[in-house]
C-alpha cells in the first residue's frame, strides 16, 4: 500500500515540474518520469498488460518529443499565463474534482476488485473470468474482453486511431508545408 | 538526417532484429500472455524509429518506404474490420462472432496453444499492423519538422 503512496508522490511531483519549469527538454523528461511512474503503479496492481502498454508508447512519444525539442531553436517557455484562463481551468477542475469524489465513495474496496467478490448473475465482470477460456478460447482473459466481448470499442478504438493518425499526416506532410511557406 | 556515429550504427544492426523479434512475439501471444496487438505494433515502430535514428532516412526508406508505411497501416484496419464483418456470415451473433472458435476450434481442446482462441490472434495482428504502421509514419511526420522558413530542410 506504501508503494502506491510514494509512486503516487513521484506522478506528482514529475507533472508538477513538467507544467511549471521553463525548460523544454525538463518539461519532456518529466512527463516521461510521470508516465513511467504510472507503468510502474499498473505493474504493481497485477495489471502488465496495461503497464507493458504504458511503457512502450511511454519510450516512443519521448523520443519522439525529445527529437522535437531538439530540432527547435527556442528551447524555453516563456510568456505570461492569461488570467481568464487560468479561472476557468481552475473552476473546471475543481468541479471534475467535486463530481469525482462523490464516485469515488461507491467503488469497492481498494485492493478487493469488483470481479472478486460480485455474483456472475448481476455483474458481467465475473461472468467473463469464468467463461472467458471457455466461449473464446484465449488463455489471457484481458485479450479474451478487449477483442472478443467488448470488440465494438476496440474497433471503435482503432477508427480513432486511424482518423487522427490521418489527420496529423495530413496537416504535417512537406507539400503542405512548402505550400505554406510559398503563399505571399 | 544522416545518421549517427559507427559505434551506434553497428549496434543497431543487431538490435534492431531483437526488438523486431520482440515484437512479433508481443503480438502473436497476445491471447496467452500479457500484451497483444497495441504493445506489439508500439514496438515493431520502436524499431523502425531505431533504424531512422542511427542510420538516418534513407536506410529506413529502403526498409519501410513511407508509401509502403501508409497502405499497411490501411491494410490493418480493413484486416480487422473484415474479421469483425465475417462473424455475419455465420448467423446469430453477427458482428465480432468468434467463428474460428466456435465452429472449429471449440471441441479440440486448444487452450493455452498457439493455435487457439479463433479470430483474437487474427485480430492482434491487424491492430500491430496499424498501430505499428501509423506510429512509424507520426514519427517520419514529426522528425521531419521544420522550424521555420529560414531554416535548412532536413532530409
Redesign the interface.
Known amino acids: 500500500m506504501l508503494i502506491f503512496y510514494v509512486l503516487l508522490a513521484f506522478v506528482l511531483i514529475a507533472a508538477l515540474i513538467a507544467v511549471e519549469t521553463k525548460d523544454l527538454l525538463s518539461s519532456v523528461i518529466c512527463l516521461g518520469a510521470a508516465g513511467f511512474g504510472g507503468a510502474l503503479m499498473f505493474l504493481f496492481l497485477y495489471a502488465p498488460d496495461i503497464a507493458i502498454t504504458q511503457v512502450v508508447v511511454e519510450v516512443l512519444s519521448l523520443i519522439i518529443l525529445i527529437r522535437v525539442t531538439l530540432s527547435r531553436d527556442i528551447t524555453t517557455i516563456s510568456g505570461e499565463r492569461e488570467f481568464f484562463a487560468v479561472v476557468v481551468s481552475v473552476v473546471l477542475l475543481a468541479s471534475v474534482f467535486l463530481a469525482g469524489t462523490q464516485i469515488f465513495t461507491q467503488f469497492p474496496e481498494f485492493g478487493a476488485p469488483l470481479f472478486a467478490t460480485a455474483s456472475p448473475e448481476t455483474h458481467a465482470s465475473q461472468y467473463y473470468v469464468q467463461n472467458g477460456l471457455e466461449q473464446t478460447g484465449a488463455a489471457n482473459a484481458v485479450a479474451a474482453i478487449i477483442l472478443d466481448y467488448r470488440g465494438y470499442d476496440t474497433l471503435g478504438e482503432a477508427t480513432v486511431l486511424f482518423t487522427s493518425i490521418l489527420g496529423a499526416s495530413v496537416l504535417l506532410r512537406k507539400k503542405a508545408r512548402i505550400g505554406r511557406e510559398d503563399r505571399p | 538526417m544522416k545518421g549517427m556515429t559507427l559505434i551506434v550504427k553497428n549496434v543497431t544492426r543487431w538490435v534492431k532484429i531483437l526488438i523486431f523479434l520482440f515484437g512479433v512475439y508481443?503480438t502473436f501471444f497476445?491471447?496467452?500472455?500479457?500484451?497483444?496487438g497495441?504493445?506489439g505494433g508500439?514496438?515493431l515502430?520502436?524499431s523502425y524509429?531505431l533504424l531512422t535514428?542511427a542510420m538516418g532516412r534513407s536506410a529506413a526508406d529502403e526498409n519501410l518506404p513511407r508509401s509502403l508505411a501508409?497502405r499497411l497501416?490501411c491494410v490493418g484496419?480493413l484486416l480487422?474490420?473484415a474479421t469483425?464483418l465475417a462473424g455475419l456470415l455465420y448467423g446469430a451473433a453477427g458482428?465480432?462472432f468468434?467463428f474460428l472458435?466456435?465452429r472449429f476450434?471449440?471441441d479440440k481442446d486448444?487452450?493455452?496453444r498457439l493455435v487457439?482462441?479463433?479470430?483474437?490472434p487474427v485480430?492482434?495482428i491487424a491492430?500491430a499492423l496499424?498501430?505499428g504502421a501509423?506510429?512509424f509514419?507520426?514519427?517520419l511526420?514529426?522528425?521531419?519538422?521544420?522550424?521555420?522558413?529560414g531554416?535548412e530542410v532536413?532530409e
Open positions: 508481443i497476445g491471447h496467452l500472455s500479457p500484451g497483444g497495441f504493445a508500439v514496438i515502430a520502436c524509429v535514428l501508409a497501416d484496419a480487422f474490420l469483425a458482428f465480432f468468434n472458435h466456435q476450434l471449440a486448444t487452450a493455452f487457439s482462441a479463433g479470430i483474437i485480430c492482434n491492430i496499424k498501430v501509423s506510429l509514419l507520426i514519427f511526420a514529426l522528425s521531419a519538422f521544420v522550424p521555420g522558413p531554416d532536413e
